[in-house]
């Protein structure tokens, strides 16, 4: 307490207030975004350690790509439990994000705080001390659910204790950790990778430190003030808002969070929640948009480029395993740097213009990602050398690599000289490590000897540029708008007795079509093929396009409590105006809300 109440003092006579550059345009006009707001720098310490949750997030879902390469060989992981320590942590992110919502209303946003990084610590210590499998299966399972309650609750946490003309920027802050915990651990599995044995324990077990760190940090802040005035602790509560308003006078604030609270009473007292938020037209088309969000950014392929990049990338032409390890690392980094452009952009420019942006261009790079593996495909070598079968496998019957590459049980054998590829052929995969053939030529050659190469699950092909193009030109897109904007939105849209079971159920929402997505895309490609299924995520998109353009409104400098009037058919002919001028194309304008609205 004494350590960071002091800093935030020392700072403040250090420093003076941060004030704005200009007003925010747009929005309420209330007091609360007159000019010249100041921001006290408390705020940012208070985003930072909450945003730790954000980057555990980002690393603990990042990092495992990596350190499955030695884990594999190490211990002996065959697909089955590949698969199992991979998705088993996104699974119970998707159960503690759920069971979080309750926890969030009971306990309060900092002790859920400080329960998910006591979690995230004590997985760290069972990943890096791990003696087999199953104890690191225990470990990644502890993790995701301690990435379950943290990407609920800190979102939340940091709206609520944010000043509104800036609140999309620090929530949005949570979202560049997520992205910076995926590239520092990108980062950490190319650096460790050079460990002849016990890599990954490093690799698994660094996230102790940002947990530890952010523990001891919350042990040491305040609960959220518009947690503490539900719980009907005022004085705490008034306290707190001074405390993290600086010198401000928090009346008005404070009364009108008083006053919501007070009116919510009504809809948001007795019964299950859910069932309220259901029964209750506004909540219920919040939980709509809010879960709707986050489904489609999940759909929109995020992550089959995260976690597949470096497959993707094998597709263009990249063939060794180090290599693709950092090159994997420079597609977060990209991811990252772009998160960066949606910080600075969602206070100028809105959630709702952003979101819109940035689904637009991530739908023409995915078209363009397609269109290149449609081209791969189309000059796809052929197989020239059919070497005797002792497995008389379906591999045989392939005639050239393309198809060859779509059935998991077969790889492409070549030679390769310059850009001329010859004698290929396509083989069973060796079932114990998919490095090798099962037999023949390509099943003992060291990588590239003889010039001879092993493609498994990609071809060789000269569009390796486009597809490189594509990723990065997604990432661009898909970063400053898709990536954050579902995070930030969903903190917003719901009033206060609906908004832990809100942000729960939505988040809830983001892992499961998460697990959805990340384990049938292998499926899908092989159904529908590699330009199949980016074309697929390409009418997705479009899809989320139509839902944003139709029900998203705009949220940017409005306080909270006045953001549910954005769902009701209530809302004055002053705010319309105002919301109109703010951001044209509002949804009140579009006659498909009416439709929306009837929900
Ligand atoms: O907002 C985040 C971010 O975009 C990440 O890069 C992605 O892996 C997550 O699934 C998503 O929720």
Redesign the pocket.
Known sequence: MFALGSLSRRLKAEHGEWSLIGPPSGGDTSNLLDQNISTPYFIYVLAFFSALGGFLF?YD?GVVSGAMLPLKREMNLNALWQELLVSSTVGAAALSALSGGYLNGWLGRRICILVASFIFSVGGIVLSLAQDKVVLLVGRVTVGLGIGIASMTVPVYIAEVSPPHMRGQLVTIN?LF??GG?FVASVVDGAFSYLSRDGWRYMLGLSIIPAVLQFFGFVFLPESPRWLLQKGRSDEAHRVLSQIRGNQNIDEEYDKIKASIEEEKEVGAGGVVILRILRHGPTRRALIVGCCLQMF??LSG??TV?YYSATILQMGGVQDDKQAIWLAAATSAT?FVFTLVGVWLVEKVGRRKLVLGSLLGTGLSLTLLAVSFLLSAQNSPPVTFHPYDPQNSTCRQYGSCELCMLDPNCGFCYRENGTVVFETSCVPVNLASTDHAAWGRCSNSTEGSDNLIWAYNYCPTSYSWVVLMGLVLYLAS??PGM??M??TVNSEIYPLWARSTGNACSAAA?WIF?VLVSLTFLHVAQFLTYYGAFFMYTGLVVLALLFVFACLPETKGLQLEDIENLFTGRWDQKHRLQQSLSAPGHYFSFPILSIFQSL
Do not use: L
Request: proline share 10%; aromatic share 10%; glycine share 10%.
């Open positions: 980002g879902t979202s997520i992205t995926q950014q999940q995020i992550n995260m991811n898909f970063a990536g954050p579902p995070w983001n998460n």
